[in-house]
């Protein structure tokens, strides 16, 4: 058994290998590891600050502060006063002059477009050799950081440590830091452990808004980020993270992105020792994703808003050069996940996204999506183990509630056969609320879950609304207990060519794969209805023709024929809608089962080999759709779409010679003793007909004795 289990991984990985190519890195660094997690979250620090950064016109200054609380208001107008004298005018200039951990700096009410930092590379800074990015900017080492901070970053925080960066404002949109589409990263914080962000915006990059890398604790508390090509918030490679009260808008990734967080928990099954990463309180909205993290391990969200993206939420192993893959242990609870319908395909479909950032229209509410996503989805788990979703509130989604599928290791650049199936195992949806607000509104999603079927230990439970598959295994009461369950490692052949055609995406080249729903594809325009429709081309003309060479006297034959043929309309008409579910694809299979089955038992007798395995095959096609409708079948690497699939090319190779071959009597069964072919006994020493009384009569009554044979006694015992 184990021997034919890595077989068939290996036929498995082949087909996927062949079948499709890895996509570019989402978010593209130096190699970078986690930190030795010995650090802590950091705490907010009252108090006057050390250092005070102001514009020096104080008319625009007292306008700004004019509608404050008397006591804040009178608090700034005192800082204003004292950052005239020894402030600065910059934050750069601010972080620059820290010399020691623990320094807190503060911002005055204000709009920064830190002009000396704007200007574009020069000298020795404009011929940094490095490696390119798919994106175009440069992969720079931590040293070219320090050498050149401001080739790609309005404010660069390199190495500093515990150190404190606040807006004094009444809100944080009182305090803008705008990078005006000229820089990679509105603000970076490289390797400065112990940092916390509060109270501001930061908006206009063509990446990030706020990066926080190889960071061990950091606070991004009540900050908005907006506007940019990619992320809001990208944290990366960092421990002892919290994120609060945030909000985010505007991006063409995910306004939230906990990418490659510390993998703490890696190889702990269910028992999760503490997460690294921790968000809550924060609303991420009109995003093409409101959250998301390759490898965003032991990342616990709660209480936040996911609304209005393209999807809600997603965790993946789908792009290389993260560590800590395959991703795992994210808890989601407690969050409301809805309406997330939005699609900004349009903007790349009409070359909007074509032209330069700052001619895009992001302020006015365009987004310009960098990846393939199932639009109108809420959480979509792409190869990820561990995960858990309790307790969130998930309506309104046009498409479904939650995703799952597996991502082959070699997506991630590993090749080692035995790796390819380790996601999508162990994730559990337990106790959510679906299709109804907090408030009791009934506002349904239009699928519960769309799984691709692979993987093991996955289980839902409390699902209301349809689901694809419409049988899932069901969760109990502890982790790991699932009834229902199986073990496959590979998901079901037509929902992998989907995600194959529409993996094919490319922003820049304006690339959206005809023949994916998720950029528009109705009808037969779609990969799944295309596939249904050549099958049932191709059966269709293959079982026509079958019957009509050896079956067409046969009144079961000609029966079967029929329902045959029922079900092939049947398969392309439920091929139409993958994400809802109706009893068609079921009804199909089992006519398709039916005719396979009927056809094998009347054939049998003229072709008993290939009678059987047509038998066979009506067997596999009615498991199918048990194991699509009822329950899944437990113990099968692989489903038996995939073995019915593999039979089915056999079959139809076998049914056009068994058609073309000259049939036997019409309808007859043959004599035993008889060479079907020649018409002679085997063990006779010369020829002989065979004399027409002995041919055995069909059901349908006695057969055609074909031509008379000769009258002449003596040519009969010739």
Wanted: net charge negative; aromatic share 8%.
């Amino acid at each position: 058994m184990p021997r034919i289990r890595k077989a068939l991984t290996a036929l498995a990985a082949c087909v996927v290998v062949l079948a499709g190519a890895a996509p570019a890195a989402a978010h593209e660094e130096r190699p970078v590891g986690f930190p030795d997690g010995s650090g802590s979250v950091p705490e907010y620090r009252d108090g006057e600050p050390d250092l005070l950064v102001c514009k020096s016109d104080r008319a625009d200054f007292e306008r700004r502060v004019a509608g404050f609380p008397a006591e804040l208001r009178e608090r700034n107008l005192r800082l204003f006063e004292r950052c005239q004298d020894d402030g600065f005018r910059h934050v750069q200039e601010a972080v620059d002059a820290v010399d020691e951990a623990g320094t807190n700096i503060a911002i005055l009410p204000g709009l920064y477009q830190e002009e000396p930092t704007q200007h574009e590379p020069g000298g020795e800074c404009a011929e940094l050799k490095a490696p390119d990015s798919s994106f175009g900017y440069q992969i720079l080492s931590y040293e070219q950081q320090k050498q050149c901070p401001a080739n790609q970053n309005l404010i660069a925080i390199l190495g500093k440590k515990d150190l404190q960066i606040e807006g004094t404002g009444a809100s944080r949109g009182d305090v803008i830091i705008d990078g005006q589409y000229t820089k990679l990263n509105v603000i970076r914080a490289d390797g400065s452990d112990g940092i916390y962000f509060r109270n501001f915006t930061a908006q206009r990059s063509t990446f990030n808004s706020l990066y926080i890398l190889a960071g061990d604790g950091f606070v991004i508390d009540d900050v908005l980020t907006r506007w940019n090509d990619e992320y809001g918030f990208l944290t990366f490679a960092s421990d002892h993270g919290l994120y609060k009260d945030c909000e985010s808008y505007g991006n063409g990734d995910s306004g939230i992105y906990p990418g490659s967080a510390s993998d703490v928990n890696s190889g702990r099954g269910y028992d999760v020792e503490r997460y690294s990463m921790e968000i809550t309180g924060c609303r991420s909205h009109h995003n093409m994703v409101g959250y998301s993290g390759t490898a965003g391990n032991s990342v616990w969200a709660h209480d936040n808003e996911f609304d209005h993206n393209m999807a809600g939420a997603t965790m993946d192993s789908a792009f290389p050069g993260h560590p800590g893959l395959p991703q795992d242990h994210a808890k989601f609870e407690r969050n409301l996940i809805h309406d997330n319908n939005l699609d900004y395909y349009r903007y790349v479909r009409d070359g909007t996204c074509a032209k330069p950032p700052a001619e895009r229209g992001y302020e006015k509410g365009v987004v310009c999506p960098q990846i393939s996503v199932p639009v109108g989805s809420g959480v979509i788990t792409a190869g990820g183990n561990y995960n858990l979703f309790e307790d969130n509130w998930i309506y309104g989604q046009q498409r479904t509630a939650f995703v799952l599928h597996s991502v082959p290791a070699f997506i991630r650049g590993e090749n080692s056969v035995g790796k390819q199936w380790d996601t999508s195992h162990h994730n559990r949806y337990i106790g959510n609320h679906l299709g109804v607000d907090r408030q009791g509104n009934s506002r349904p999603n239009k699928t519960s879950v769309w799984w691709d079927g692979q993987g093991e230990g996955n289980c839902w439970s409390d699902l209301s609304g349809p689901s694809n598959p419409p049988t899932l295994p069901s969760c109990g009461s502890s982790p790991g207990e699932v009834s229902g369950g199986s073990d496959r490692i590979v998901g079901e052949p037509v929902k992998l060519a989907q995600l194959l055609v529409c993996a094919e995406y490319d922003v820049k080249a304006r690339k959206l794969p005809a023949g994916c729903d998720w950029y528009g594809a109705r009808g037969v325009e779609r990969v799944e209805t295309q596939i249904a429709l050549a099958v049932a081309a191709v059966l269709a003309l293959v079982g026509g023709m079958l019957w009509w060479r050896t079956l067409r006297r046969d009144r079961w034959g000609t029966a079967a024929a029929g329902v045959g043929l029922a079900g092939l309309v049947l398969d392309v008409i439920g091929s139409a809608s993958s994400y809802a579910h109706t009893a068609i694809p079921p009804v199909a299979l089992l006519l398709l089962g039916l005719w396979w089955g009927v056809t094998g038992w009347r054939l049998r007798e003229q072709r008993t080999v290939f009678g059987w395995v047509t038998v066979g095959l009506g067997v596999l096609t009615l498991l199918d759709a048990f194991d699509k409708t009822v329950v899944l079948i437990p113990w099968t690497p692989l489903g038996p779409a995939w073995l019915r699939t593999l039979v089915g090319i056999v079959w139809v190779l076998w049914a056009v010679v068994a058609a073309a071959r000259q049939p036997l009597h019409a309808d007859a069964a043959p004599d035993p003793d008889v060479d079907p072919d020649q018409g002679v006994n085997p063990d006779a020493g010369t020829e002989q007909p065979v004399p027409a009384a002995t041919a055995p009569a069909t059901d349908d009554g006695p057969t055609d004795p074909g031509p008379d044979p000769d009258p002449d006694p003596k040519a009969a015992t010739a």
